[in-house]
């Protein structure tokens, strides 16, 4: 076993110090509000007295409800029509009253009274839609392309016109009996609407008066007391308190000196590198000597970061459709669960600091990431994702609803969000494909390549089982044992079995030259020397590694090539030759050039291999005798230094010989004896 140490530290530290200087430049420049309130709870603060004058913005609610009731009363519309109004003038003026013609200056007058204000033509009740009904309290006025909205108590119906000629003139104590008058001039007949009722501009000017409602609702004073100490934050408190913050954050802002908000985000963005450190130090830290790895952490951790600032700088209700759920199938592509989710709440910490609903955003999201994480191995595939992904739009239904509840909302209408919930787990597939990129860029091989690489219908297997038809079965038995081995130390069960199953395509080379594929009667190695013979099985790790680069094997599954056999010797022959007298000194020749095994994966494939062989010279199939294999191979292997660079403890080295002992058994386990049947 190693002690835990970075081998490169500039490799580590570097990308860190980059990642600190980006985050210190994506930070926000601005201050925030820093009150936590929530309806029903009590101000834990002093008491807040605002600084400035603010409008108070009205809530969703509210402004819905206006529209509602905005569109269910129409103003209407009325044209003035200077038309009408000098006509019925000339015809008064023309009228021959004879001895009563002196009165028509206060005839006149009544005229001018009338037609100032306006008389109706209609109310235009005749051309309401369904379901409309009109505001009888006032009326809009075109005169002089200027339209006013006036109150319907001041103009006149036709009837109320007729009225007040006959009321005017009589208060004017004409001497003569008014109404009589009136009817013999036919001055009731000269009064004609001059507002004109249209219905073209009452649709207009109705519909854009439902589409734009002010989204304010008044004013606080600065000086003004918001909420004091220990006040229950009520429905208008709060609304108060986020008409404030809107305020705040937008127009005022950090107020201090500026160093002191640099100061703060230095000391933050210094705080979430560390996490991030110590988080891969205590998980893996061997990502620390996988350099395009580590680098790979970095930046998904610094594209959440962008998401979460970005976004909320862009608009913040958009938070709610941005699929950072993506960030942990990112990271679970590449990485072991345990690497994977504290990296992942770490990336969700900006969205927890800098976001206007930072908790419920990051509780939301956390809840989802799990069960991404958790589902991801399940429906990885083809339209399986979009299972993962409707999952996914359920928690955060489930826990967004959860926070409305605890606000004290009973009834919810804000289908936006829920479509934005929606419409952000869906992009959580549409973005999946990205992770091919990923791949290229830095390198790496995720787990869906690696489960291609496992499909014995690929063409380098296929190439494998028709010329070493033995090897390709050994290879088979290899990737079962190591299979259960993996699963029971919490290795990566998708990197053994593809390890197991290209460990030994060198072969394909020269394959009569390995005895599970000689043919019947052919001894490849008779009139071999024992040193011939060695250099000719060693070479298959070359001849591996030739035909990796040629069908373009990633660089991990090609390490199994070269860590299989690590630098051990071809027992076999080097017995051989040290039994006919040769001299160990000169006996390099007899041992692989390989590397020695630094994972446990590694180690996994060195045994197994090792065992699948061993196992088929037993006689003795008993617990014990396979139990006593088992020990001698790994303990010949501790022997030779090969386990010295690995990353395995002794605690998985001992579960992984149990589960060897226990597969073995179940292989190798006694068959019943047939009874012959009698004649």
């Excluded at 006036?150 to 109320?160: A, I, M, N, R």
Aim: net charge negative; glycine share 6%; with cysteine.
């Amino acid at each position: 076993m190693k002690r835990i140490n970075i081998s490169h530290p500039y490799r580590v530290f570097v990308p860190l110090a980059i990642l600190f200087v980006t985050l210190l430049l994506i930070f926000p420049r601005m201050g925030k509000f820093n009150y936590d309130y929530k309806r029903g709870s009590p101000w834990m603060y002093e008491p807040l007295v605002a600084q400035f004058d603010f409008p108070i913005l009205k809530t969703d609610a509210q402004i819905e409800e206006e529209k509602s009731l905005l569109g269910s009363s129409v103003v209407p519309y009325f044209r003035y029509s200077d038309a009408v109004v000098h006509e019925r003038m000339e015809l008064v003026e023309k009228l021959d009253l004879g001895s009563c013609n002196t009165y028509k200056p206060e005839i006149l007058n009544a005229f001018v009274r009338l037609y100032g204000s306006g008389i109706l033509s209609s109310s235009g009740s005749d051309y309401l839609p369904a379901g409309k009904t009109f505001d009888s309290n006032v009326i809009f006025i075109q005169k002089d392309r200027r339209a006013r909205k006036v109150p319907s108590s001041e103009v006149y119906t036709l009837q109320e016109a007729r009225d007040f000629l006959l009321l005017f003139l009589t208060e004017a104590e004409l001497e003569c009996n008014v109404d009589s008058l009136c009817r013999t001039a036919g001055l009731y007949d000269l009064l004609e609407p001059n507002l004109l009722f249209d219905r073209q501009t009452t649709d207009l000017v109705h519909e854009e008066s439902v589409d734009y409602v002010s989204p304010t609702s008044g004013v606080v004073n600065a000086g003004q007391l918001i909420v004091s100490s220990g006040e229950i934050i009520t429905a208008e408190i709060e609304q108060l308190l986020d008409s404030y913050k809107a305020e705040y954050e937008e127009s005022l802002g950090y107020n201090g000196p500026r160093f002191w908000l640099w100061a703060g985000n230095i000391l933050l963005a210094l705080t979430l590198v560390t996490l991030l450190f110590f988080a891969i130090f205590y998980t893996n830290y061997w990502v620390f000597d996988q350099f395009n790895r580590y680098l790979y952490l970095l930046v998904i951790y610094l594209l959440a970061t962008f998401l979460a600032i970005g976004v909320e700088k862009a608009d913040p209700a958009l938070l709610y459709m941005t699929p950072f759920t993506l960030v942990a199938l990112y990271l679970v592509a590449f990485f072991k669960k345990r690497v994977v989710l504290p990296v992942y709440i770490l990336s969700l910490l900006p969205l927890l600091i800098f976001s206007h609903n930072g908790v419920e955003l990051f509780v939301m999201y956390l809840t989802a990431g799990v069960i991404t994480i958790f589902f991801a191995e399940i429906f990885n595939r083809g339209w399986k994702q979009f299972i993962t992904a409707f999952i996914v739009f359920l928690v955060l239904l489930t826990v967004y609803m959860g926070f409305r509840l605890v606000e004290g909302i009973s009834g919810f209408h804000d289908y936006r969000t829920i479509l934005y919930l929606f419409i952000g787990s869906m992009l959580s597939v549409a973005g999946y494909p990205i992770i091919y990129l990923f791949e290229k860029i830095f390198q790496l091989v995720s787990n869906n390549r690696l489960a291609e690489l496992t499909d014995p219908n690929n063409k380098m297997l296929r190439d494998l089982a028709h010329k070493a038809p033995g090897t390709f079965q050994h290879s088979l038995q290899v990737m079962n044992i190591a299979d259960a081995a993996a699963r029971s130390i919490d290795a990566n069960v998708l990197l053994v079995r593809a390890g197991a199953l290209y460990h030994d395509i060198g072969k394909m080379a020269n394959p009569q030259c390995f005895i599970e594929n000689e043919t019947l009667g052919a001894r490849y190695h008779d009139g071999l020397t024992p040193r011939e013979s060695a250099l000719e099985i060693i070479r298959h790790v070359p001849d591996g590694m030739a035909l990796a680069d040629k069908y373009k094997l990633p660089a991990i599954v090609k390490e199994f090539i070269v860590t299989h056999h690590g630098t051990t010797c071809t027992a076999y022959f080097y017995n051989k030759y040290i039994n006919s007298g040769g001299d160990p000194a000169n006996a390099e020749d007899f041992f692989y050039k390989g590397k020695k095994p630094y994972t446990k994966e590694q180690i996994i494939i060195m045994l197994c291999d090792t065992l699948e062989a061993a196992s088929r010279s037993l006689k003795d199939y008993s617990a014990g005798s396979i139990s006593a294999l088992v020990e001698n191979i790994v303990k010949s292997k501790m022997a030779d230094g090969q386990f010295e660079d690995a990353d395995i403890s002794l605690k998985d080295l001992n579960t992984v010989k149990n589960v060897l002992k226990s597969y073995l058994q179940q292989v190798y386990h006694a068959r019943i004896v047939y009874p012959k049947r009698k004649a």
